[in-house]
């Protein structure tokens, strides 16, 4: 494994002119590689069969999972974030990204160049993981300095997203509902946007008694109490709608008989003022436990009986899939491309109005007394989804742009009468 944090050289256009008797090298460009959020998963299992099936693969990124490290045909370029700003990350990433790919060129080597939505340019593959155009902002009653800082990080963000995508040959969305919002929003992408569905880890199954009854045990629960599990991140943007579910608590909190408990999983921003106003609320404190950022989520897998999950906006749902695959049923938004996975008997489970606290109560309360039951509904789902492997995920990936791209493609990019800062917002010439 070779570690570079920047090459110097200039940029040059390109084109996919693959010799056939090699196989190419790619470049991945993504802000993690590692086991640790959705994309980063998705990432690191595309880089790890990569590597697995003898590629050559060069990481841009911020960081990386040690195991990737010890590769011996992986070339890491760590690209800084200033400040901690994911902004100012992005605009290292889409620079080291052409960069990498242009001295590849160079060398008689071109690559196949793999970017995550915004995150760089390059006649390549782009990964929607989401889409910043059809991303709701949702940060009424947040900081002043929050409001503004976010309204201008979406707009950089949509300008970002629209130029990178734009500019790929082959565009992956992870679930239909993405592959809609990308067509709709950037028409001109229609006909090379495919849908493949996140993976999953085939070692995820039912915890056994014993390790429920312990990881209750470390958290304070007795057995017998229903469990809800909240799995997002906590900022003061609340498009993981975790305002609407502690409104459908309290409505919840106040009726005789209520006696599930609420864990929260997620880092964030906001994850002091959540707990602070969970924390002076009667109705909330002695039921809702706001856990802060976990990495090992199978714990609260086995310890839960529900997650619930009432974004606003979600390009899949990861969360609500692994808790799925880990034997727990799942509430979700109609607004999350996972939504389109669950079959009709499973219907009852689907919020159409997530920002509707009273309706989301009416589920919580309507699942309460047959929890059992729905574990069991939520079997074949569970199945279909387990049979789905990151390594299959992987192997469609890799077969899709190797096949697509290798066919040669000219230099010239969809978008090449739009002359900008590839970083900045599109200008038309």
Not at 11 to 23: F, G, K, M, R, V
Not at 43 to 53: H, I, K, P, V
Not at 63 to 85: C, F, K, M, Y
Not at 163 to 189: E, G, Q
Request: net charge positive.
């Amino acid at each position: 494994m070779v570690e570079n944090p920047e090459p110097s050289f200039t940029p040059i256009a390109t084109s996919y002119l693959l010799d056939d008797s090699l196989p190419p090298a790619w470049v991945i460009v993504a802000g993690g590689i590692d086991r640790y959020g959705a994309m980063d998963k998705a990432n690191f299992a595309l880089a790890r069969r990569l590597l697995e099936n003898g590629r050559t693969v060069h990481l841009i990124t911020h960081r990386v999972a040690d195991e990737l490290r010890r590769e011996a045909n992986v070339q890491i370029h760590l690209a800084p974030t200033p400040a901690g700003s994911l902004l100012l990350g992005e605009m290292h990433l889409s620079r080291l990204g052409r960069k990498v790919a242009a001295t590849l060129s160079k060398k008689g080597i071109p690559p196949i160049v793999l970017s995550n939505g915004g995150n760089c340019s390059w006649p390549g593959v782009n990964w929607v993981h989401s889409l910043h155009h059809a991303w709701p902002t949702v940060d009424r009653g947040a900081p002043v300095a929050f409001r503004v800082k976010n309204r201008i990080a979406k707009q950089t963000a949509i300008y970002r997203e629209a130029r990178a995508i734009r500019s790929a040959r082959l565009i992956v969305a992870n679930s239909h509902h993405t592959k809609t919002d990308i067509v709709k929003w950037l028409p001109d992408t229609a006909g090379r946007v495919e849908t493949i569905y996140l993976g999953s880890d085939p070692q995820a199954a039912r915890h056994t008694p014993e390790a429920r009854g312990s990881t209750r045990k470390g958290l304070g629960i007795a057995e017998g109490v229903p469990v809800v599990l909240f799995a997002g991140a906590l900022s003061h943007d609340n498009n993981k709608g975790f305002d609407v579910l502690l409104d459908a608590w309290r409505i919840l909190g106040s009726e005789p008989g209520w006696n599930a408990k609420l864990l929260v999983a997620g880092g964030g921003g906001a994850v002091q003022s959540w707990r602070d106003s969970v924390a002076v609320d009667r109705t909330l404190s002695q039921s809702v436990k706001v856990l802060g950022y976990v990495t090992d989520m199978s714990a609260l897998y086995a310890s839960s009986d529900l997650l619930v999950a009432p974004s606003r906006y979600e390009a899949y749902g990861l969360a609500a899939h692994e808790a799925i695959c880990a034997g727990l049923p799942a509430l979700i938004s109609a607004t999350a491309g996972i939504a389109e996975r669950y079959p009709p008997a499973l219907g009852e489970m689907i919020l159409q109005h997530p920002s509707d606290a009273f309706s989301l109560a009416g589920k919580l309360r309507s699942w309460r007394p047959n929890a059992a039951a729905w574990r069991d509904r939520f079997a074949p789902l569970r199945s279909e989804l387990a049979s789905h492997s990151w390594d299959a995920m992987a192997d469609q990936l890799i077969q899709l742009a190797e096949s697509r791209l290798a066919l040669g493609v000219p230099t010239r990019t969809p978008h090449d009468k739009l002359r900008t800062n590839p970083d900045g917002p599109l200008a038309a010439s």
